[in-house]
């Protein structure tokens, strides 16, 4: 539906400038490295064997981290949310050290803990993490999952507690009525969550490479694919797959628009 | 019945000290009070949704503190109805006799006797985002209604309507209150709704009921 246009005023002109310089430069950026190459290179990059696997690998951890994100975000999200305990703000801070915390620095941090007693039994009684796919998982979760908790908390903070009450007034456990009730309704939150986890998780580039490493064909996802181009000088495969992660983001980006007033 | 005997509850600075008073069975009780008073906290002291600090809650001849909501036998309708999201009318209305696992063929026959007596039978594949405030309080009560409680609490149900609808749904909620023998407990800004609907009034005042008869 289309809304009443506003009365302009010197005010909204200068809000408009603002936002519209911003607006013009990022386009600018995203035009300049499109225009930096042909379609011809742009295929012929992505016929390289070692980038079809970063592309491949960068899609398929995504996908895990973003659903491994999901399955910690809403139990968290929704405790955060309903739950009353001593020391909330705390752990709600705590929560919050993978968003403020330099990427690289929570490359490294990974890698000291798995160097310790406790990441060594982690490791013997399930996977090996470092320098591998499991490792390249583990490092965008840990990001990836600190904001997909933040999506899902703000989402259960829009959902209104009472229609539970009424539910366990109806003969619900508490854990039913939040699976019945709470959980349908918070599908278009889930769906944004696991978005941004992807899409986070698509970019992740420094603790990837200090915890899993950047060897081609194991542990390359696109990130390091431009790092590693563009250190041996391979400006026009840098650009290929920049753009094909732009492309993927802004497909991201639209999925959450649009079709997340859909979910 | 419903009757507290002595119950207390507190947070923080909010307290209510040794709460007394009962509705007899099969009547019309309106609590009356200030905003933030702790009207609200009261009826879900009733609904088992906050635990009592002291005293005792009585369902009829039982005691229901320690009991969890659902097995209270209330049925429970808030002033914005609170309507699940994502239900449709028909699921909203059926939903207690659903989580009880009851036969489908008499959900449905519950669901289409309670639609026709609250006048929303034509509503029943709606979701809640398309309804009016007034059908909202209709499918709202049909839900609490449902699973046959024998004790209905409402908190301002009629608050957000406009005064024709008000008085309309009033007189079904009377009307339902006496045709089901149902006691009600049901908070109220408004001395006309008092005046409609009320066998027993009481009014809250600095943690305390005072109680009086109706007229």
């Not at chain 1, 009365?7 to 035009?31: C, I, N």
Request: charged share 20%; hydrophobic share 50%; proline share 5%.
């Amino acid at each position: 539906m289309a809304l009443p246009a506003q009365r302009v005023s010197p005010f909204w002109l200068a809000l408009s400038v603002v936002g519209g310089l911003y607006l013009l430069f990022l386009v600018a950026m995203l035009v300049a490295t499109a225009g930096y190459t042909t379609p011809d290179k742009l295929f012929a990059a992505l016929g390289k064997r070692e980038i079809q696997y970063s592309v491949v690998l960068s899609l398929v951890t995504c996908t895990v981290t973003a659903l491994l994100s999901l399955l910690l975000a809403v139990p968290v999200g929704y405790l955060l949310t309903r739950a009353r305990f001593p020391g909330k703000h705390v752990v709600e801070a705590a929560l919050d050290i993978p968003i403020v915390l330099p990427p690289m620095v929570m490359g490294l941090c990974l890698l000291i803990l798995f160097q310790t007693g406790f990441g060594k039994f982690i490791e013997s009684a399930t996977v090996t993490f470092t320098y591998t796919v499991y490792g390249v998982v583990l490092a965008q979760f840990t990001i990836g999952a600190a904001f997909a908790v933040r999506t899902m908390r703000h989402t259960f903070d829009h959902l209104s507690a009472r229609p539970e009450d009424v539910a366990m007034t109806l003969g619900c456990t508490r854990a039913q009525a939040f699976w019945l009730v709470t959980l349908p309704a918070a599908r278009r939150g889930m769906f944004a969550a696991a978005s941004v986890a992807w899409a986070r998780s698509l970019g992740e580039f420094g603790p990837i490479l200090v915890f899993a490493g950047a060897t081609r064909m194991k542990t390359e996802v696109l990130p390091t694919t431009v790092w590693l181009e563009l250190s041996v000088g391979n400006l026009e495969a840098a650009v290929a797959v920049s753009l094909l992660m732009v492309l993927c983001a802004m497909g991201v980006l639209a999925a959450v628009k649009w079709l997340g007033e859909e979910v | 019945m419903i009757r507290f005997d002595a119950v207390s509850w507190h947070a923080g600075a909010f307290r209510l000290d040794a709460v007394s008073f009962t509705v007899p069975a099969g009547s019309y009780g309106v609590l009356m009070g200030r905003t933030g008073c702790g009207k609200t906290t009261l009826l879900e002291i009733l609904c088992g949704l906050r635990q009592p600090s002291g005293g005792r809650v009585f369902i009829g001849e039982r005691d229901v503190t320690d009991l969890p909501p659902g097995e209270r036998g209330i049925g429970y309708v808030p002033q914005d109805g609170a309507m699940f999201p994502t239900m449709t009318v028909r699921e909203q209305i059926g939903f207690a006799l659903a989580i009880r696992k009851r036969p489908g063929a008499e959900i449905t026959a519950r669901v289409k006797e309670l639609a026709e007596h609250l006048g929303v039978a034509h509503l029943l594949d709606r979701l809640p985002q398309n309804l009016s405030g007034g059908e909202r309080q209709r499918v709202a009560l049909g839900r609490a209604l449902a699973a046959k409680p024998s004790v209905l609490l409402l908190d301002e149900p009629l608050s957000a309507l406009d005064e024709e609808l008000r008085d309309d749904l009033a007189a079904l909620l009377k009307r339902l209150q006496r045709e089901l023998n149902l006691t009600a407990l049901h908070i109220t800004h408004s001395r006309r709704e008092a005046e409609q609907l009320a066998d027993v009034r009481l009014r809250m005042e600095a943690g305390r009921i005072e109680t009086a008869p109706a007229g």
